[in-house]
């Protein structure tokens, strides 16, 4: 796969009715996401990145034109969307009293012939390698509702790499993550996307793990994209300010500034 992984043009988007401008939250959005790049999604509370990446994957209705390796999404099915791309949302849709195991092992269903098909050696294979990547096998059995919230974050991560797809939308992943957890997960999603063809796409509220994970840096104010480009060239203490509050952006230039003094 050559050029960008997804292309979105003119998209606006909402929780409404398609097309009705007073019920939308993304306003005029294009952009691509660079294949084999990692992209952080910055911007204040309420300014729509996650209506952005619920967006991306066909989850909300909207205008414009969104494609997945040149091909328009309003044409693939949902199991041809999640070939292509895997979505972590800040809290899962699947809250039932499964087994860590068998959480996971949901991240495979695509791969099924049908919704009640047994799950493949190959399927159980690549559950576990994922709970090992998140160092959590050890803890396969245990119920998912016996978990700490780091933890359950961790087992939603692994499911959504056990789904295959060589793109990952991540919403707010470090969510629940003490300081090392928070290090753990970002330099495991940095050591999974050097592998050719694979892409991070998330949504953060602390700039220096932005920055840490991401080359590609997206900017986003009142449902709108100011900026958007590789984060050496853009991050600006004149964007921040646009972006955020002064006092705001002067906290974050400040961390920025210790970040690089601490690497």
């Not at 990446?53 to 969307?81: A, F, Q, S």
């Not at 994970?213 to 060239?233: T, W």
Request: proline share 2%.
């Amino acid at each position: 796969m050559n050029g960008s992984s997804i292309e979105l043009s003119h998209v606006s988007a909402g929780y409404g009715t398609a097309g009705r401008e007073e019920e939308m939250i993304l306003h005029d959005i294009s952009f691509s996401v660079p294949m084999g790049r990692n992209v952080c999604i910055l911007g204040k509370n309420g300014c729509g990145k996650t209506t952005l990446l619920r967006t991306m994957v066909g989850l909300l209705p909207g205008t414009g034109e969104i494609r997945i390796d040149g091909r328009n999404l309003r044409e693939m099915k949902r199991k041809e969307i999640a070939r292509h791309v895997s979505m972590m949302t800040q809290f899962s849709d699947i809250f039932f009293s499964y087994s860590v195991f068998e959480t996971v092992l949901l991240g495979r269903y695509l791969y099924s012939s049908s919704i009640l098909g047994e799950p493949t050696k190959e399927d159980r294979e690549k559950a576990g390698q994922c709970l090992e990547a998140v160092g959590l096998y050890e803890l396969r059995n245990r119920q998912i509702t016996e978990l700490s919230g780091g933890q359950l974050q961790r087992v939603f991560l692994a499911r959504t790499i056990a789904q295959g797809a060589p793109v990952i939308l991540l919403d707010e992943p470090t969510n629940h993550l003490d300081l090392s957890a928070q290090k753990s997960l970002v330099d495991y999603l940095k050591k999974w996307s050097s592998e050719p063809g694979r892409t991070v796409v998330g949504v953060f509220h602390d700039i220096s793990l932005a920055v840490e994970l991401a080359d590609y840096l997206v900017f986003m104010k009142d449902g709108k994209i100011l900026a958007h480009g590789d984060s050496k060239e853009i991050l600006s203490a004149g964007l921040l300010e646009e972006v955020y509050d002064f006092n705001v952006a002067a906290h974050m230039k400040e961390v920025l500034e210790r970040w690089e003094d601490i690497r």
